[in-house]
């Protein structure tokens, strides 16, 4: 069987990080986007999304990938997936105008045999609205996991496959195309798959809820949470890979749209929703740890302490600052001089007015009276606390993911503060 | 969460502070002067807020660029009865009345953490309000009344328990602890006073409500120092700035233990350089004025 081309509408953190798997995965890649100065950057090997490996891929890779702004060469393509950015409103809520757009488009770009497959985040109920009579449409949960996109497009755990019907065989290009990727194959109907996708999400959250309650008890009743944790991984009902490292709440966008979808379905349907609205408040509650804990510990005492941050990405090898905490604390702490270090994002994302843009991690440690770690890059790791604590006029370091060790850091004599642990 | 209609810090032409003249109002009309902002203190005497003749003479004294706070209330410690809910109901009906005809500036209400019931221990702006007493109802209801004057600017602030040297008050906390060891060298705890709960000094109440008049702030916050301490400890920290011992005395419990926390982080926001007192230094602040008084 000769392979399949395959299409990516959508040059999106997503359609790119999937773009890029098959063309690992050798296979022929049409990347398609609307956004000509977009499409120029790419074909220059100008990427505006950072991912580990992916720079590297795409090099590699190169000559199998077609970058362009012409939809029309999507009829190249015998299967085409859809994966715009699906942005959300203030509230969280989907806008799913552009996915709309983009989806119409391509069908009307593709030959009628060629496979659609929706593969950003949507509502349930979305796709069977866009079922056209003569086509075949799917839609693929994507488990893209930012800073690890790469690895989690290349190696799937499992496919889920929401189809018109579930008792219906794949499309056997489709399916030749899903092979490669040598994992489980999950086929059921669109509503299935589509809340599939929001269920692998709330369990994550009721996880990482947990994991945050249960590590703010611990600060306060001299615990250690990450004694406690070793003991619930080896637990096999809840097991090894749970996410229980505690964390700021939940960034990122995705998890807060979840949220949001299934507190509105609930409230639509008049189903208990008190869990979701829990994790919510939850999550609200922990991204402001560090605030409270520096006006605690210095603000209250001097304020006109200066503050060094590392970190603005929600989390470490990615550029996003959606929902970011480190973007919280610094608009919270809006009129208190900082020096802001991060090794990817721009300090110009910084809602505050005494900003210093330093040049590496001691540079933002200068003459300041606190550390906050707020973004666990690994390369923070590697600083050395006694260069830290010369650097420094005060002692202080907040670090919430325990970037540094928290006992080299004590012997250097700054007093350390992390999650899930009295200080 | 308070919204900040100034963008920096300006001095408000006047403050009118009806309920001026109880302990909370003094503070605030003190901390306005030492500030030299122009200030019009009203107490009962100048003003009856119960009332109907309170409406026209508000609406006389009160100008388009006023600052309006308002404290006036019948205390629970004076009454706690419906003849006082009614009463504390009708103030702010007149006060309405009056500011639908007299347009001011800015308005700050001085509400109460009573709106929230004893049901929460972890308390923000977000819990849901469940009063579980007429006080409680009374603020609410007061609240959603201001929240009528759509054209006003408004702010509430909803204060946990205050104590100070000028407090007349003798609810259970600071303000009895340190009236009982003067006077009968002794403080009786509910229980062993294990009971966590937020205290906040006077005069810090009054920054805060300062701070809101200066950035003409409006929404909803609480009032509190976001650390709470039990009241054993209290009683241990009121015993220790005096001379002489004090018996703590454990008397038998008659209701469950309770506690109230404040997560305090939308006032950590909305003044981002505030210092409140911890309830050591508030005690200290309030035994050297008691003395100086």
Known sequence: ?423 | MLNHLNCASEKPNRVVVVGGTGFLGKCVVKKLIEENVKVMSLGSKEVDLVSQSSVDLLGKLLKSSDTVMFLSAITPDKSRDIAAFIKNILMVKHLCEALKNAEVAHLIYFSSDAVYGQTQSLISEDTPVAPQDLYGVMHLSRELMLSELTHIPTAILRITAVYGAGDTHTSYGPNRFLKSSLQNKRIDLFGCGEELRDHIYGDDVAVIAKLCVYMRSCGLINVATGESVAFKRVAELVAGKLNGPINIQQTPRSNPITHKHFDTTNLLKAFPCLCLNDLENGLRLTQIHKQEN
């Open chain 1, 1 to 423: 069987m000769i392979k399949p081309i395959i299409g990516f509408a959508g040059m999106t953190h997503l359609g790119l990080v999937s773009g890029v798997s098959a063309a690992e995965k050798k296979f022929q890649v049409i990347c398609f986007d609307a956004d000509r100065d977009k499409v120029k950057a790419l074909n220059q090997g100008i990427l505006t999304i950072s991912e580990p490996q992916l720079n590297e891929l795409v090099f590699k890779n190169k000559s199998q990938i077609l970058f362009t702004d012409d939809v029309a060469d999507l009829k190249k393509c015998d299967i085409v997936y859809v994966a715009p950015d699906v942005a959300t409103d203030d509230f969280g809520k989907s806008d799913l105008a552009n996915i709309d757009a983009l989806l119409n488009l391509t069908f009307d770009a593709t030959r009628n045999e060629t496979v659609i497959v929706v593969l950003s985040q949507v509502p349930p109920g979305f796709t069977r609205r866009q079922v056209r009579t003569g086509r075949t449409l799917y839609y693929q949960v994507e488990t893209l996991v930012f800073g690890r996109a790469v690895e989690r497009a290349l190696y799937p755990e499992r496919y889920i496959i929401g189809c018109i019907d579930s008792g219906q065989a794949l499309s056997v290009t489709y399916e030749s195309f899903l092979a490669a990727y040598d994992c489980p194959i999950l086929k059921m109907r669109y509503e299935s798959a589509e809340l599939a996708k929001i269920s692998i999400n709330m369990c994550l959250v009721a996880s990482v809820s947990a994991a945050n309650t249960l590590a703010e008890l611990c600060e306060k009743i001299g615990a250690d949470w990450s004694e406690i944790v070793p003991a619930l991984k080896l637990d096999k009902r809840i097991g090894q890979y749970s996410y229980l490292t505690p964390g700021l709440g939940i960034a990122g966008g995705n998890l807060e749209r979840d949220l949001v979808t299934i507190r509105n379905f609930a409230d639509e349907f008049g189903t208990d929703a008190g869990v979701v609205k829990s994790c919510i408040a939850n999550s609200n509650h922990r991204r402001d740890w560090p605030l409270r804990l520096l006006h605690k510990v210095i603000i209250k005492k001097n304020t006109k302490a200066i503050v060094g941050v590392w970190g603005l990405a929600y989390k470490q090898n990615t550029d996003s600052i959606k929902n970011s905490p480190s973007i919280a604390l610094l608009k919270a702490i809006y009129n208190t001089h900082v020096r802001v270090f991060d090794p990817v994002v721009s300090v110009t994302a910084v809602p505050n007015r005494y900003c210093h843009d330093a040049a590496s991690e001691l540079d933002a440690c200068m003459e300041v009276d606190v550390l906050v770690i707020m973004t666990p890059w690994p390369q923070f790791s590697k600083v050395n606390p006694k260069e830290i604590a010369k650097m420094m006029k005060g002692n202080i370091v907040i670090d919430p993911f325990k970037a540094l060790d928290a006992k080299a850091c004590r012997d250097v004599g700054l007093v350390y503060f992390t999650l899930g642990v009295a200080n």
